[in-house]
């Protein structure tokens, strides 16, 4: 199976800071990673395919890069909206495994 | 309305058997490969489940291989997860999710929560 590391586990900060998540494959998975977005209580919504490839509807605030192993995912002026937990998760072989998330919480 | 909607959730012993249903609206269902995914409480997401449109092919994690079956109805467009001999670490929170192009998990229901409890 293809393990997901993701870092940090959680982060704080502040309503228009950049914050930035990684995510490193075990095996090279190309760039078939998705990105999604947690709010609490709700189910995940995808907001990141193809490791950089944006969502319809989805803010340019929000931006994914990386391929092979080494992704990272940024949102550039962290509105209150945006605090939420994200995971990374690969489809390039099954089982599809997600990373263990990030929570982004507020400063 | 474009909506998901689990149901067939509730407390079950370990040992136990339960299907969860998956209502899909709003969608060309049978043109979609369909996924369920878990999450117990406070923990991350976990993948368990695809199958294709047509019904043809079946993928299973690990965990569950052997213990729940997924399947389909296109005529009612609805997806299914038959879940026997439960444990205690199913206990989760269960997820049907359309695959857009197999892989892209674009629409998710609410979520329909299964405890595993004597």
């Known amino acids: 199976d293809i393990r997901m590391t993701q870092s940090p586990s959680s982060l704080s900060a502040s309503v228009g800071d950049t914050v930035t998540i990684t995510c490193q494959a075990s095996?090279?998975?190309?760039?078939?990673l998705n990105w999604y977005q947690q709010k609490s209580g709700e189910a995940p919504k995808l907001l990141i395919s193809d490791a950089s490839s944006l969502e319809t509807g989805v803010p340019l605030r929000f931006s994914g890069s990386g391929s092979g192993t080494h992704f990272s995912f940024t949102i550039s002026s962290l509105q209150p909206e945006d605090f939420a937990t994200y995971y990374c998760?690969?489809?390039?072989?099954?089982?599809?495994?997600f990373g263990g998330g990030t929570k982004v919480e507020i400063k | 309305e474009v909506q998901l909607v689990e149901s067939g959730g509730g407390l079950v012993q370990p040992g136990g058997s339960l299907r969860l249903s998956c209502a899909a609206s709003g969608i060309s269902f049978p043109e979609y490969e369909m996924n369920w995914v878990r999450q117990a409480p406070g923990k991350g997401l976990e993948w368990i489940s695809f199958i294709t449109g047509p019904a043809t092919t079946m993928y299973y994690a690990d965990s569950v291989k052997g213990r729940f079956t997924i399947s389909r109805d296109n005529a009612r467009d609805s997806l299914y997860l038959q879940m026997n001999s439960l444990r205690t670490e199913d206990t989760a929170i269960y997820y049907c999710?359309?695959?857009?192009?197999?892989?892209?998990?674009?629409?998710w229901g609410r979520g329909t929560l299964v405890t595993v409890s004597s």
């Open positions: 999710t359309r695959g857009r192009d197999n892989w892209y998990f674009d629409l």
């Open positions: 998760q690969q489809f390039d072989n099954v089982p599809l495994t």
């Open positions: 095996q090279d998975i190309m760039n078939y």
